[in-house]
């Protein structure tokens, strides 16, 4: 018979249940203990690198932890390259610690202090180490401008309770920071907060985060406080940093996107959600992130248009005025800005339209939410306000004035028209010509006499003279309000900026003679160009006398006189009988490119006289083009034919070759190497021989003659040879016939030499 569970059972099951809790707290206690060792090792590091005191790496490692969302224990184990031990780290469990690294840190594992509270009792034990603190307070501050005592160390329990919350408008040392940005230091003059002893001193620091202050530091020290050395007052600002970094991770998370747009389309007025810009941890701008429906631009934008587009950018002006310091204030200390009345002025390209509007602004989750109303008078109906922005857009502004009782009405955009200070005393109507240029002055005097004692409307242009010195060219039209005996009551009108139209008549008007000019300069060009080539080009072959061949030229000029280029071609007896055959196409139309053609023609006809072959005349060619002003470049193709024993040579530049005809074939020459003549200083070309017999017939032309634009060269060659067939004796007519079946579409000038051995 066994016996039951006796007193001894459960004595031993509770001491078992001891046990085991013991070793869990052992257990968590030496991973913390690993922890800290780890943190203090990357934090050693961490200084080493930035050359920053330990107290600032540790704040620096906490921060860029939470800037990755991982834990600063896991960031540690990178930074060093150990995963040992770390809880959520792989690696081998239970491997020892790793080794403290040389670099003093002042408290341990200060940089995976898990809370704001245990950070607080860390950065007292530091403070009390270094300066003999007593204790440290982090305040927080709240959305409706009160102080709340996130954490503290070291204080009386009566102390921490009556500072708990302090309401808005209590001017102690932290509310002194909150307001004026500025840090205070023991021995600054500052009103009472949390003491531990009689006339305590203080040091009070901001904490900021991203470019926003949203609490503050507070060690106290037993009167009369320390005098911090600068390295003490280093170390503070980077135990500043890490309570900065835990009070942020301490704050609620800022809604999602959707949640603050649900947020700005549920108002009853529309208003911008304006996202912080940052630049070297300042906030030196706002973007738009999203305007409501409905938003009041003063200059009648959608309000999608604005979304994403810098603030002080969509209004300038806006933002030299105070708007930008207001919404930076609220953004800074947390408190939302009341609605208040403000006079703004919002610019159109040159135009300022001042306005004044109901600014109210408050922060929603790191963000701002900003609305502000024009001021409008309560009758004003939709289509006045509808009207103003139609005079904003044509530039128009309207008067009223009553003689009798000297009462001056102006609209929006005419004190700015005048170019003078919004609040500014309107200009009577009888002192217009006061304003007005000089030369104007008669025109607006005759405006002023006609409204004013002939009782007729009137209208001018003149120069407003501004007191900046510029002036506005204005079209004004006026008019006299009459009552039933003819007497005048009241003059009204309506100025109208036409400053833009008339400067574009200006520009436009001497476009206009610029372009007359152009024009005649181009017919005086063309009509040179053409009479320059056709008193260069001979319509006849010279004389070639017991040479042995016939020589027919054709001559086409472009369709368009301003396509006429630098097409040539020559045929030459030279002294020793032989005969020098060459065409060629210089680059470019008009005058520059028929000079050109007139000095490379003239340059291979003195050269021939030489005797020398057509690849040694195309080199002196080259150079002489090459020196020639303007840079010719040009193809050329010569021949020289030597009717003694009927051989042709002939070199090329570039050009497409010749074509040597007989009664039943037609062959394209070969094509010896050479570059265009002004391609290169040293160019060499290649000389080819061939014979041609008695009837045959050698073609010489330029591209103008086959070119297409879509076809290759080759292909329009072949088409062209087999459409005109075989030339026969009658050279002047085959040469005809070639143009009139001539496949080109260029509309470009064109030369033919044909040759035909007898």
């Known amino acids: 018979m066994t016996a039951g569970p006796g007193p001894g059972a459960d004595t031993a099951r509770a001491l078992a249940a001891v046990v085991r809790r013991l070793q869990r707290t052992a257990a968590r206690t030496r991973a913390e203990e690993r922890n800290r060792a780890l943190a203090d090792l990357a934090t050693g590091v961490l200084a080493e690198r930035l050359g920053v005191p330990p107290v600032e790496a540790a704040a620096e490692l906490a921060r860029l932890a939470r800037q990755a969302g991982v834990p600063a224990v896991t960031l540690a184990a990178d930074i060093v390259g150990r995963t040992d031990g770390v809880p959520g780290v792989p690696g081998v469990p239970g491997a020892p610690a790793p ?102 001193a203080r040091a009070v620091l901001p904490l900021r985060d991203a470019g926003r202050c949203h609490g503050a530091l507070e060690v106290v020290w037993p009167a009369p406080g320390p005098s911090l050395a600068p390295a003490e007052r280093r170390s503070l600002h980077g135990l500043a940093g890490l309570c900065a970094t835990l009070l942020d991770a301490a704050d609620p998370p800022p809604p999602r996107d959707e949640q603050q747009a649900a947020v700005l389309d549920g108002l009853l007025s529309p208003a911008l959600l304006l996202e912080p810009a940052l630049r070297d941890g300042r906030v030196t701008d706002f973007t738009i992130v999203r305007a409501g429906e409905g938003f009041p631009d003063p ?51 040159e135009r300022a339209l001042p306005a004044t509007v109901l600014l109210a602004a408050a922060p929603l989750g790191g963000r701002l939410l900003v609305s502000w109303q024009l001021e409008t008078r309560a009758d004003e109906p939709e289509q006045s306000a509808l009207l103003r922005q139609a005079q904003r857009l044509a530039r128009v502004a309207g008067f009223q004035e009553h003689p009798a009782t000297g009462r001056i009405l102006w609209s929006d955009g005419l004190a700015e028209l005048y170019g003078l200070p919004p609040d500014s005393d309107p200009v009577p109507f009888l002192h217009l010509a006061r304003h007005a240029h000089r030369d104007d002055q008669a025109a607006v005097r005759r405006l002023v006499d006609t409204v004013q004692h002939r009782h007729r409307s009137s209208s001018a242009v003149f120069r407003l003279a501004r007191p900046d010195g510029t002036h506005r060219y204005t079209r004004i039209v006026a008019e006299p309000v009459l009552d039933d005996d003819g007497r005048l009551t009241g003059i009204r009108g309506a100025y109208h900026d036409v400053s833009v139209q008339h400067r574009t008549e200006i520009a436009l008007g001497a476009t206009r003679e610029r372009l007359a000019d152009s024009e005649q300069e181009a017919a005086v060009s063309e009509q040179l160009a053409l009479r320059l080539q056709q008193a260069i080009l001979p319509p006849a072959p010279p004389p070639l006398g017991a040479s042995g061949l ?23 007896l030279l002294p020793d009988k032989r005969v020098l055959l060459a065409v060629g196409d210089v680059a470019g139309h008009g005058v520059e490119a028929a000079t050109g053609m007139v000095a490379l023609r003239h340059t291979l006809r003195g050269l021939a006289v030489t005797g020398a072959g057509p690849g040694r005349l195309l080199e002196w060619a080259n150079t002489a083009a090459m020196r020639e002003p303007g840079h010719v470049t040009a193809t050329v193709v010569c021949v020289v034919f030597d009717p003694a024993g009927g051989e042709l040579c002939w070199a090329r530049a570039g050009h497409l070759p010749p074509i040597r005809l007989g009664p039943d074939r037609a062959d394209v020459l070969p094509l010896p190497r050479g570059v265009l003549l002004g391609a290169v200083e040293e160019a060499a070309y290649e000389e080819r021989t061939t014979h041609l017999a008695p009837g045959e017939v050698l073609l010489l032309y330029t591209d103008g003659l086959v070119e297409r634009r879509d076809r290759s060269v080759e292909e329009s060659v072949d088409q062209l040879i087999r459409s005109a067939g075989a030339p026969g004796p009658d050279l002047e007519r085959y040469l005809d016939r070639l143009l009139e079946l001539s496949p080109a579409d260029t509309d470009d000038d064109t030369c033919l030499i044909a040759v035909q051995a007898e």
């Open 299 to 349: 200059l009648g934008r959608p309000g999608t248009s604005l979304e994403g587009a810098s603030l002080l950018e969509t209004y300038p002006a806006a933002g030299a005025d105070g708007l930008f310091e207001r919404l930076l204030r609220v953004h800074e200390s947390g408190e939302a800005l009341p609605a208040e009345r403000v006079r703004l002025v919002f610019r159109d390209g």
């Open 550 to 572: 016939r020589a027919a030229v054709r001559y086409r000029p472009a369709a368009r006189r301003d396509r006429v280029g630098g097409d040539w071609y020559d045929v030459l």
């Open 99 to 200: 080794e403290r690294t040389a670099v003093p840190v002042p408290v341990p594992g200060l940089a995976v202090t898990p809370d704001l509270q245990r950070a607080a009792e860390a950065v007292l034990d530091q403070a009390r180490a270094a300066s003999g603190a007593a204790a440290v307070a982090v305040w927080r501050w709240l959305p409706d401008g009160a102080l709340e005592l996130a954490a503290h160390a070291g204080l009386p329990a009566a102390e921490a309770t009556a500072w708990s919350r302090v309401p808005p408008g209590v001017g102690t040392p932290a509310e002194r920071v909150r307001s004026s940005g500025a840090e205070l230091w023991p021995g600054d003059r500052a009103a009472s907060g949390p003491s531990v002893a009689a006339g305590s």
